[in-house]
Nanobody
Framework: QGELMESGGGSVQAGGSLRLSCEVS????????MEWHRQVRGERKLVARI??????LYSDSVRGRFTISRDNAQNTVFLQMMNLKSEDTGVYYC???????????????WGQGTQVTVSA
């Protein structure tokens, strides 16, 4: 329950676009916070966050180019990436907050990651 599966990574040229998907095995509607992080040389940083009420937050480096969204009916969170730059290259990880279903709570967890490579 609550496992994450990312997809949509790949290689693109600078200026191109990609859309990442993070499918949740369970009810996304029960999860308050979902995030995308980028890992480069072992350092993982927040890229975007979305709350269950639809509020969003972005890192300065991607604001205006990336859009995070969630589709509770599909139990999927998306990261639409536009006007990609070489510095966007990295492994992108999906993360979900702890959530409870009835009396059972599931600790926050990460997906397996998906590689994004942007060539100049």
């Amino acid at each position: 329950q609550g496992e994450l599966m990312e997809s949509g990574g790949g290689s693109v040229q600078a200026g191109g676009s990609l859309r990442l998907s993070c499918e949740v095995s369970g009810r996304l509607a029960k999860i308050k916070i979902m995030e995308w992080h980028r890992q480069v040389r072992g350092e993982r940083k927040l890229v975007a966050r979305i709350f269950s009420d639809g509020r969003t937050l972005y890192s300065d480096s991607v604001r205006g180019r990336f859009t995070i969204s969630r589709d509770n009916a599909q139990n999927t969170v998306f990261l639409q990436m536009m006007n990609l730059k070489s510095e966007d290259t990295g492994v992108y990880y999906c993360w979900r907050d702890t959530y409870c279903s009835g009396s059972v709570c599931h600790a926050g967890t990460w997906g397996q990651g998906t590689q994004v490579t942007v060539s100049a």
